[in-house]
């Protein structure tokens, strides 16, 4: 099983490693960061270098593609390359997921028309123009297509794709292993639980958050 | 505010960028992946290369040290360079932190004698020789010693220390932004939690799971 993590400038390092981090201890599972070129890309605060062992066009069929959000996602979702390669690896994979605003690339090549998908809470209404209901959950499962929320989301995800793809077992011993027991100090993980006013604040400043002028 | 994350070949990559996805986003920081070579490091799957910056000789005097866990931690807590420089820099540090087995680094260097600390699950012993006082909790400050247990909870730890960095309004601010609302599937997350017959299965492959052959 290959499992494919879809890299770009301009990428938020945690939308991907926190997956790949749960899902590389997948039984048997090949790994593999791409991106339209091998070589070096670099994070949305500039300061993280990941290399992209392999270009898109290395890799044809995975059976898992994983695309990680950033601000860096307003480019890559106008970059028909980067979309026409996802179209493609989706026509023969097993999952095809996203994190944040990944999910905008996966809307952008017409693979979440008529779905149910979830994206950064300040980004989802960014999902309906191209056909796709948002919805204000933490993962989204419909069919072979799942999307996950803002950033941290992603590793609630991969244990639930873990448990769906090696069991139960599989995803215990997985967040056993990386003590996945979460206990943050606060509890303003979501636009429900934090002070409305920082909620309310965000909002008038979801652009420069969310790089629309990237 | 400078923060150092110190890379080694091995090191487990959300052990570094949990933490670094959170305290990047704290105002006015500055931060930087180190190695004793700048250049690529390899994480402990073999399938993720960061880019370490500079070389540790040239960050002498961070603000913040942090040490990710994994098993190249077996190796780099006899690299008497590295010892060395994390002995240097925490005579001038504000905080000097680790996750997982990044804390047996700290403890080599001499640095948590007599000290609470924490650490994976299946290593808190290991801390025992060099004279700390292993604890279970998930996050542990021992004054500017902060311990976090295995891979993910660094995360938590950031978050703590945003918290006394900057205030509960920063930290809940990056909460909200990372969306960090944690919603496992699954609650077993730690050995308390997990089936027993798992944790003792793991507990007799420690060795290998933290790379005792390493």
Chains 1, 2 share one sequence.
């Not at 980067?82 to 996203?98: E, I, K, M, P, Y």
């Not at 139960?168 to 636009?191: H, K, W």
């Amino acid at each position: 099983m290959q499992i494919a993590f879809v890299l770009y400038d301009g990428f938020t390092s945690l939308d991907a490693i926190g997956p790949y981090e749960m899902l590389s201890r997948l039984p048997g599972a090949e790994t593999v960061f791409v991106a339209e070129e091998a070589g070096p890309v670099q994070n949305d605060q500039g300061t993280l270098v990941v290399a992209a062992e392999r270009a898109l066009h290395e890799v044809t069929a995975p059976d898992i593609v994983l695309v990680p959000g950033g601000p860096g996602s307003r480019r890559a979702m106008l970059d028909e390359t980067v979309l026409a390669w996802l179209r493609t690896a989706d026509a023969t994979s097993t999952w095809t997921t996203s994190v944040c605003t990944g999910s905008h690339l996966l809307a952008a090549a017409g693979l979440l028309e008529g779905r149910r998908a979830t994206s950064h809470w300040l980004a989802l209404d960014d999902l309906v123009p191209f056909g796709a209901e948002p919805t204000g959950e933490r993962v989204v499962f419909d069919g072979k297509y799942v999307t996950a929320a803002g950033v941290s989301s992603g590793i609630d995800m991969a244990l639930h794709l873990l448990g769906r793809i090696a069991g139960d077992e599989v995803a215990r011993t997985v967040q056993l292993l990386t003590e996945y027991d979460p206990q943050p100090p606060y509890d303003a993980g979501s636009p429900q639980k934090a002070p409305q006013r920082l909620v309310a604040q965000w909002r008038t400043r979801a652009g420069l958050v969310l790089g629309a002028d990237a």
